[in-house]
C-alpha cells in the first residue's frame, strides 16, 4: 500500500510536472508567434508609410488638384474692392506620349461661365531630373480657342478628341516649376516662373511672372502679373493671388448674390485684361 501509495504520488506528481511544462512552453511558443506576426505586420506597414512617392506621384497629386470647378467666391465676399468672383474651370485634355498630361482650362465671370475670357492648355509633367524642384506646370496659348468653350462642361463625345487637342497646342506662355512645401506651411506645393522670363506686351507689359500654389482640399492660388521695362506692374492684382476653392455641390444654385451685380463692360474689361497673357 505504501509503495503503491508513493508510485501513485510520484507519477501523479511527474504528470503534472509534465503537463505544467508543455502548458508553459505552449504559452512560450503562442507569445513568440503573436510577437512575430505583430513585428512582420508593423514593417509592413512602416515599408507601406515610407514608400518613397515618385516624380509621377507628385504630377498626379498637382494634376488632380488643379481639376474641376472652383471659385473666388470667398475672396470676392472678404475684398470686393479687389477680386470678383471668378470661374476656374480644368480638365484632362489629353497625353503627350512623354506621359505628360494636357489639360484645358478656362477662367470666366461667375455670371458668364459660357463666355471664358481666358483659355489655355496646361501641360503636367515631373520637373527634369537637373532642375531643383518637383512639378513643371507650362501654358499654351490654343490655336482655335473658340472650338473648345466649355470643355470640361461637355460631355466627351462632345469635346475635340485628344489627337484634336494636341494638334491645337499654339505657342508656349509660361512655365511654372512648383516644390512640395515646407513642413508647416498650409500649401502642399508652391512655385513661380523666373523672373522676367516670359515676354508679355499687354497694357504696356514687356514680361509677366506667374506664381502658383496647391493647397489642401483641391484649394488653387493662383498670382498672374505683368511688368514693364522699370519693373513697374502694369497689371494683374496687386494685393495677392487670387483663391480659388471648391464650391460645395449644395451652393452652385446660389451664387447669385451682392456679389454678382453687373460689372459695367469698361470694369469688365479692365479685369479681364488682368489675367490676359499675350499670346
Known sequence: MGIGSESGSGSGSDDSSSSSSGGGWSSVGRGVVVKTLVLIGGALLLKRLTKSTTRWDHARHVIRSLSGEKFS????????????????????????????????????????????????????????????????????????????????????????????????????LTTVHLKRCERGKRCLYEGSTPPASFPNLWNGASYCTSELAILKNNEIHSWDRGYNDEGNEVWGPKEGPYEFKPAPASSTNDMFSSLNFPIQQSIEKRIEGSFVLQE
Do not use: T
Open 73 to 172: 467666391k470667398d475672396q470676392a465676399a472678404r475684398d470686393p474692392d479687389h477680386y470678383f468672383n471668378i470661374r476656374f474651370s480644368s480638365c484632362p485634355a489629353a497625353e503627350m506620349v512623354d506621359g505628360s498630361k494636357v489639360l484645358y482650362f478656362e477662367q470666366a465671370f461667375w455670371r458668364s461661365p459660357q463666355k471664358p475670357f481666358r483659355q489655355r492648355f496646361y501641360m503636367v509633367k515631373p520637373c527634369p531630373k537637373e532642375l531643383k524642384c518637383d512639378v513643371e506646370v507650362s501654358s499654351y496659348a490654343i490655336r482655335d480657342a473658340e472650338e473648345y468653350k466649355n470643355f470640361c462642361d461637355r460631355s466627351k463625345d462632345q469635346r475635340p478628341l485628344p489627337e484634336e487637342v494636341i494638334g491645337d497646342i499654339a505657342e508656349h
